[in-house]
């Protein structure tokens, strides 16, 4: 069994527009709503590979059926911790060109007692995994060192954390050396307080993560691919990709298939060769945060790999 933390559960809005001007009115052509979060994605594409998953988050009245239901049919334990607040919305606009802009809701306020809730569920999930995802931002109310106290956790229990957050959460979290971190191009050149814009430049931040005490950082690129460092080598990869349709979430797609591959215990270029062709499953299709088995087993042979060996 795999768990996955995605306590910030959202309703997702993929809104498609003709165009798309600040202060002006636009009307949508066509919208989508369905179950979101980071975590959510993450586990819906580790069970659609195959895996038992669990995920804790949290679920509102309006909302409890529409994801339970989700969760099910897409065979993904969902244990959702009931607040009376409204989940947080995360709207996604694409324009007639096909850019994405997006909106990401905070999420609800939460008290002590209801963190407690999610912390419990927690404690329980590290009981029943040797592999932990910690995913996205978190509700109001817990601390930005709160992803390194449950990864801390997971460690001292002798299991695998992997970690994908941004900002203050990750910085943290880093301390107590995740297993595996997979920030994306913005959240590395954040971390690094540099510019990461091409692959070489990623090689270089994934090792100095390796050598910071990461067993296994991720660091991917979008477009330019991922890229993958353990004490085995380093491994980039990439695929090219003709039909484009909706990026968001394929880092979520990406995470879950390197978990998988870590639980199926590959080697680390055929972990990445798995992540890529989730993210690329899901750049593929309309949906956001989902990639099939069929589609990841279709694309898995097109990604190149590329040994780094200096
Ligand atoms: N346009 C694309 N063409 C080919 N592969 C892509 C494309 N976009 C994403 N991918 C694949 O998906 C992986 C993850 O994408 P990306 O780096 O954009 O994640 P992200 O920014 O964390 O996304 P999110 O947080 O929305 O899930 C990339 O490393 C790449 O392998
Ligand atoms: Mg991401």
Not at 133 to 151: D, H, K, M, N, Q
Not at 214 to 220: K, N
Request: hydrophobic content about 45%; some cysteine; overall charge negative.
């Amino acid at each position: 069994m795999i768990t996955v933390i995605g306590f910030n559960t959202a309703i997702d809005r993929f809104i498609r527009l003709d165009s798309l001007r600040p202060g002006e009115v636009s009307r949508a052509l066509d919208e989508q709503v369905s179950p979101g979060g980071k975590g959510l994605h993450v586990a819906q594409t580790i069970a659609a590979l195959g895996e038992r998953v669990q995920l804790i988050g949290l679920v509102d009245p309006a909302h409890r059926n529409m994801i339970g239901r989700q969760m099910c049919e897409r065979g993904v334990l969902f244990h959702g911790i009931e607040i009376a607040d409204s989940l947080r919305t995360c709207i996604a606009l694409q324009d007639a060109t096909g850019q994405i802009t997006e909106i990401l809701g905070q999420g609800p306020l939460l008290d002590v007692t209801q963190q407690e809730a999610l912390l419990r569920a927690f404690r329980r999930g590290v009981e029943d995994s040797d592999l932990i995802v910690l995913s996205g931002s978190l509700p109001r109310g817990f601390e930005s060192t709160i992803y390194a106290e449950l990864a801390a956790h997971v460690r001292d229990a002798g299991k695998r954390c992997l970690v994908d957050a941004g900002g203050a959460l990750m910085r943290h979290a880093l301390e107590v050396q995740p297993f595996v971190v997979k920030p994306n191009r913005d959240e590395i050149t954040e971390l690094f307080g540099r510019p990461i814009a091409d692959l070489d430049a990623a090689v270089a931040a994934a090792r100095e993560l390796h050598a910071r005490g990461v067993a296994m950082p991720v660091v991917s690129m979008g477009a330019l691919g991922a890229v993958a460092v353990d004490d085995s080598g380093t491994w980039r990869a990439a695929i090219e990709l003709s039909d484009v349709r909706n990026t968001v979430g394929s880092g979520d797609c990406l995470l879950a298939g390197v978990t998988v591959g870590i639980a199926r215990g590959l080697p680390l270029e055929e972990i990445l060769r798995l992540g890529v062709a989730c993210g690329a499953a899901n750049a593929l299709a309309e949906e956001t945060g989902y990639a099939t088995r069929a589609s990841v087993n279709a694309l898995a042979p097109q990604v190149r790999l590329q040994r780094i060996e200096f």
